[in-house]
């Protein structure tokens, strides 16, 4: 059905199913619905007339399969509620929250204008002077929300408006947390409904894991956004949004500066150095190494921008920022691959079960203690729960349940997260230098028919790992051949999962073991 289009079958009002209807022309209390602007994760997005006031608004109205549910309609409130508090000019305002004919709305500002996600696929990317202006707004927006004790916990540029007049204005506080406590009710159910689609892409490590997110760690999602402005892309990409999430933990992104490839007169990057450091700053890993406040990034940016101009990028001491940056980057990834040579190959994949398990249930109502008790592990209501408890246990026993509460041969659902606990089990072994209970599991896992050839494929390298460092000459050549037997199956059969192992299996290790090098 066209949005403009009034029918009989929504001339009923707002009680009809609004999930698959249209609501145009119809009067939901005091607001006439005139056209729909959008759809987002929970709600439908109307331009309206409030008629007693006589102003044009943006109507958010639940779909009607969420309205149903006390959570999510709390939910709803609750970004009405942590929006209507604050009064800023680069804050989308809050007039109303309500019911009628059975609909849940939010009545806020009307933005004339296109969110930034929009006006990077029409127009290319931000300039740099448009990038600093984008700063200071959005962490002038942050500031105040922070003041309040409010994390938006959901910036991205969807979620970040440009009107008519350029002004810049913050979006949909429907992932707020309001005060400092650790409650997070939305957690599990969204990941359920699949409602965070496409926000792993932003989020900072701090939420992947599950921990209590601050105002740092709306400057990471900040940084990130800005990032993908500048550069045209993200600086991470899977075509799994788990995976995507994954990678903040563990992965560092392409310097800005390459990954916008954009040049000035003289031939230099036209980024100012200074920009790219507030950029990298921000998205640091650890909390403590980004800005500490929204006023503490605004101090910066407003300092370097008013004391340089976006034409000349003279900056020394903002260049060595960016240099030193990058070398303590590197010195920290050096770190952590001498720590975590045996991991790395399966980490990425593996974690991403386990993220996408920790997203959902990091707020489960259960008591965790009651599942894991000494010396036996209870059956969970789901195999994404058993894999979750696994992953806190982190113990044979754990890992092996996962497989005895949920037969490998009941669906591919099982089938799958009973591979990934096998990695993880021959990962628990080789901590414990167990490496020939390692390698039983690791044998098991390619011996199975039913797993998938990527999972193999990490199987292999991981083996491979094992039998070079026990001296297992022989064994290591034949699964090394095998490796990249497999390997050169899925290049030439499955270009989907071989993009796939890519992104997950290291470059070093594809080197290592003569596998998809030189861009194969």
């Known amino acids: 059905m066209n949005d403009d289009t009034i029918s009989s079958e929504n001339s009923n009002g707002a009680g009809a199913s609004n999930s698959a209807v249209s609501?145009?022309?119809?009067?939901?209390?005091?607001?006439?619905?005139?056209?729909?602007?959008?759809?987002?994760?929970?709600?439908?997005?109307?331009?309206?007339?409030?008629?007693?006031?006589?102003?044009?608004?943006?109507?958010?109205?639940?779909?009607?399969?969420?309205?149903?549910?006390k959570e999510y309609v709390e939910r709803f409130r609750r970004e009405a509620r942590a929006a209507a508090k604050l009064n800023h000019p680069n804050i989308v305002q809050v007039f109303d929250v309500g019911s009628a004919n059975n609909a849940q709305f939010i009545a806020q500002e009307l933005i004339d204008g296109e969110n930034l996600r929009e006006g990077l696929d029409r127009r290319g990317v931000l300039s740099p002077e448009e990038a600093v202006r984008v700063l200071i707004d959005v962490a002038s927006a942050l500031e105040v929300a922070s003041e309040?004790?409010?994390?938006?916990?959901?910036?991205?540029?969807?979620?970040?408006?440009?009107?008519?007049?350029?002004?810049?204005?913050?979006?949909?506080?429907?992932?707020?947390?309001?005060?400092?406590?650790?409650a997070d009710v939305s957690g599990a159910n969204l990941t359920r409904a699949g409602l965070t689609m496409g926000t792993p892409r932003y989020m900072s490590p701090?939420?992947?894991?599950?921990?209590?997110?601050?105002?740092?760690?709306?400057?990471?999602?900040?940084?990130?956004?800005?990032?993908?402005?500048?550069?045209?892309?993200?600086?991470?990409?899977?075509?799994?949004?788990?995976?995507?999430?994954?990678?903040?933990?563990?992965?560092t992104p392409m310097p800005l500066d390459r990954a916008r490839n954009r040049r000035d007169a003289d031939g230099d990057p036209d980024l100012p150095e200074w920009l790219i450091a507030v950029i990298a700053r921000m998205m640091n890993?650890?909390?403590?190494?980004?800005?500490?406040?929204?006023?503490?990034?605004?101090?910066?940016?407003?300092?370097?921008?008013?004391?340089?101009?976006?034409?000349?990028?003279?900056?020394?001491?903002?260049?060595?920022?960016?240099?030193?940056?990058?070398?303590?980057?590197?010195?920290?990834?050096?770190?952590r691959r001498k720590g975590t040579?045996?991991?790395?190959?399966?980490?990425?994949?593996?974690?991403?079960?386990?993220?996408?398990?920790?997203?959902?249930?990091?707020?489960?109502?259960?008591?965790?203690?009651?599942?894991?008790?000494?010396?036996?592990?209870?059956?969970?209501?789901?195999?994404?729960?058993q894999y979750f408890v696994a992953v806190n246990r982190n113990?044979?026993?754990?890992?092996?349940?996962?497989?005895?509460?949920?037969?490998?041969?009941?669906?591919?659902?099982?089938?799958?997260?009973?591979?990934?606990?096998?990695?993880?089990?021959?990962?628990?072994?080789?901590?414990q230098n167990q490496f020939k209970k390692a390698d039983v599991v690791l044998k098991s896992v390619l011996s199975d028919p039913a797993v998938d050839r990527v999972v193999q494929v990490v199987a292999l390298v991981e083996r491979c790992k094992l039998l070079r460092a026990s001296n297992e000459t022989a064994e290591l050549q034949v699964a090394k051949d095998q490796l990249q037997g497999l390997y050169a199956e899925i290049k030439n059969s499955n270009p989907a999962s071989l993009r796939t192992l890519q992104r997950v299996v290291p470059e070093s290790d594809r080197s290592q073991w003569d596998i998809g090098v030189s861009g194969g």
């Open 23 to 69: 609501l145009v022309g119809t009067r939901i209390g005091d607001y006439q619905v005139l056209r729909k602007l959008g759809r987002g994760g929970m709600a439908d997005v109307y331009a309206a007339r409030h008629l007693s006031l006589g102003r044009d608004v943006a109507l958010k109205v639940l779909r009607s399969e969420f309205a149903r549910d």
């Open 148 to 182: 309040a004790g409010i994390t938006h916990r959901d910036i991205k540029p969807e979620n970040i408006m440009r009107s008519s007049r350029g002004s810049i204005k913050v979006a949909d506080f429907g992932l707020a947390r309001v005060g400092g406590g650790n």
């Open 206 to 251: 701090e939420q992947v894991q599950g921990v209590t997110a601050d105002a740092r760690s709306d400057l990471y999602s900040l940084g990130v956004s800005m990032y993908h402005l500048l550069a045209g892309r993200p600086p991470f990409e899977a075509d799994d949004p788990l995976a995507l999430a994954v990678m903040h933990l563990h992965e």
């Open 285 to 335: 890993k650890a909390p403590q190494d980004r800005f500490q406040s929204p006023g503490e990034l605004l101090d910066a940016v407003r300092n370097e921008a008013s004391t340089s101009t976006l034409d000349g990028f003279g900056i020394g001491t903002a260049a060595a920022t960016t240099r030193l940056q990058r070398a303590a980057d590197d010195a920290r990834r050096q770190r």
């Open 341 to 385: 040579r045996i991991l790395v190959a399966t980490m990425l994949p593996l974690a991403c079960g386990a993220a996408a398990v920790l997203f959902a249930y990091q707020q489960t109502e259960k008591d965790l203690s009651e599942l894991l008790r000494p010396g036996q592990v209870s059956k969970a209501d789901s195999i994404q729960e």
């Open 395 to 431: 113990d044979e026993a754990g890992w092996r349940a996962v497989s005895q509460h949920y037969l490998p041969s009941e669906n591919s659902t099982n089938a799958h997260f009973h591979a990934k606990a096998m990695l993880q089990l021959s990962r628990f072994f080789v901590d």
